[in-house]
């Protein structure tokens, strides 16, 4: 009679444990796309008071100071090979030095804000295609579909965004080599696993401070790194570090760390119109009837993808 009750009980103790798992990651992949999204909301700060690689440094500066005293005795204690096996400083210059200074790079150069994140936002199709070709990885054919319904839905909300200007035309190729780069340090952060594994502080941390050294170089050479301090500078790099390193990078690899590369890149197709949404509340820019049947496309996608993965 034990033995039975044992029976019963376990299969339940199991499945509840799934489905708090299961909605805990929903959860997660929800307030990613939000902290994600700020990141857009956060360079409509900055364009107006200085130049946006300069606060790109300083948001990464802002993130190294403050986990630093939280990573100091791991980072004592780890060998320098564990340390540049979790990809710390090379996942970190792809992860943010390489995505942020193409999408940010580009737009400066005159490329329209639509087109750089619709190029970014092809990150899901960009990790999906690297992992079939590099590592053999591949998709179900539903998640494919899913993927596809997802670009979709991307490109019914920012149509009415999208323009060609006279800029040089490799500039248009910044964004994307941009998402290719975050494409493949998530893949290296997938396939890469070291002895010591480094916990989520200590890998965001190196990888702030990795990206710090390359903006200081990169924004230095443009202009002075620190510009007129003002009320709007201020806001802008606590804005982003806070919430869009923070937590859009930080629930990045959150997630990352359970469940596949594909999913979680799929999830950031409903950042566009988040971003709109914001916009709207924030600056009064239009919403559109478009722009939400877009993202009702984009949720199908990504169901489909969690179905498939």
């Known amino acids: 009679m034990l033995n039975d009750n044992t029976t019963d009980i376990l299969p339940r103790k199991t499945d509840k444990k799934a489905v708090i798992g299961t909605f805990s990651l929903l959860a997660c992949e929800a307030l990613l796309v939000v902290a994600w999204s700020s990141g857009f909301v956060g360079a409509r700060f900055s364009i107006d008071y200085t130049s946006a690689l300069v606060v790109v440094f300083w948001r990464c500066v802002l993130v190294t100071v403050i986990l630093f005293p939280f990573v100091i005795r791991q980072l004592c204690r780890t060998p320098l090979a564990s340390i540049a096996l979790n990809a710390g400083a090379g996942v970190g210059l792809l992860a943010m030095a390489g995505y942020l200074a193409g999408v940010v790079k580009g737009i400066e150069l005159g490329v329209s804000a639509g087109l750089a994140a619709l190029m970014a936002d092809l990150l899901p199709i960009g990790t999906a295609l690297l992992a079939l070709i590099f590592m053999r990885q591949k998709p179900a054919n539903v998640v494919w579909l899913g993927l596809l319904l997802g670009v979709a839905g991307v490109l019914m909300v920012s149509w009415g965004s999208l323009s060609l200007k006279a800029v040089p035309l490799w500039a248009y190729a910044l964004p994307l080599l941009g998402m290719l780069s975050l494409a493949g340090a998530t893949l290296l952060q997938k396939k890469f696993q070291p002895s010591t594994p480094l916990n989520l502080t200590t890998t965001l941390w190196l990888q702030s401070t990795a990206s710090s050294v390359a903006f200081a170089v ?3 050479s443009q202009g002075p790194l620190l510009p007129e301090i003002s009320r709007g500078f201020v806001l802008s790099v606590l804005w982003t570090g806070l919430f869009s390193t923070f937590g859009g990078y930080g629930l990045y690899w959150f997630c990352l760390q359970r469940t596949s590369a594909v999913r ?26 478009t722009m939400l049947a877009g993202m009702a496309v984009s949720l199908l996608g990504i169901g489909m993808v969690i179905k498939g993965d």
């Open 264 to 289: 979680v890149t799929s999830v950031l197709f409903l950042s566009p119109p988040v971003t709109l949404l914001w916009a709207w509340a924030m600056f009064g820019e239009p919403l559109s009837w």
């Open 218 to 220: 990169v924004a230095g």
